[in-house]
Structures are given as C-alpha cells and as structure tokens.
C-alpha cells in the first residue's frame, strides 16, 4: 500500500521557519523524483520545489528560491522542505508528490499539510 505522509505544517509568525516531512513507504524510494506543491485557497497548485530520485539535484520556484530547501534521505524514504524566512503568501496547503522517474502514470500525493504564515 503505497503512503505518503506529510508532517510538520503549523502557525508561525513572518521570517520564522518550518520543516516538512514526507514519509514514504510501499514503493521503491529511489526509483522516484520527489516533489512539493502548494495550494493557497482560490489559487491553482503549484510546484514548489523538486529533487531528483538520487538527491542530486533540485530546482525550486522563483518564489521561494534562496528560502527553501528540500532534501531527499533514501535510507529513510523520506524528503524535508526546511523553510526559512516564511512570508504571509507562503501560506497554503503544501503537497508531497512522489513521481517515477521513468513511468508517468506511476504518481502518488500525500494528503496535504496546512503551512499557515501569520502575525
């Protein structure tokens, strides 16, 4: 049974900081590209950050480029998004997506964690 499970969302205040974890199991980790999108209410998802299935390399949205860091543990089979410098537009649901490297159909998501940017 494939899961994803996300962790670490919460209320924090303007410039603070959060980590996301997404936890996977019932697929072969390294077999997929891990990815982060987010929702903010009456907007379209976007792709936040993106890691290849070795870890070796990332890219991120323009938005959150120099803020955002997202790693990929294969021991573990899980992936952090360390965010740093949180804005009030930073505020959505945030998506954990696992996507084989080879096989399109072969995509799973998380269930979502609420990120919540706020004085």
């Known amino acids: 049974q494939v899961q994803l499970v996300e962790s670490g969302g919460g209320l924090v205040q303007p410039g603070g900081s959060l980590r996301l974890s997404c936890a996977a199991s019932?697929?072969?980790?390294?077999?997929?590209?891990m990815n982060w999108y987010r929702q903010a209410p009456g907007k379209e998802r976007e792709l936040v950050a993106a890691?290849?299935?070795?870890?070796?390399?990332?890219n991120y949205a323009d938005s959150v480029k120099g803020r955002f860091t997202l790693s990929k543990d294969n021991a573990k089979n899980t992936v952090y998004l360390q965010m740093n410098s949180l804005k009030p537009e930073d505020t959505a649901v945030y998506y954990c997506?696992?996507?084989?490297?080879?096989?399109?159909?072969?995509?799973?998501w998380g269930q979502g964690t609420q990120v919540t940017v706020s004085s």
């Open positions: 890691i290849t299935r070795t870890g070796g390399s990332t």
């Open positions: 997506n696992a996507h084989h490297f080879r096989v399109a159909t072969l995509d799973y």
């Open positions: 019932g697929f072969t980790f390294t077999n997929y590209a």
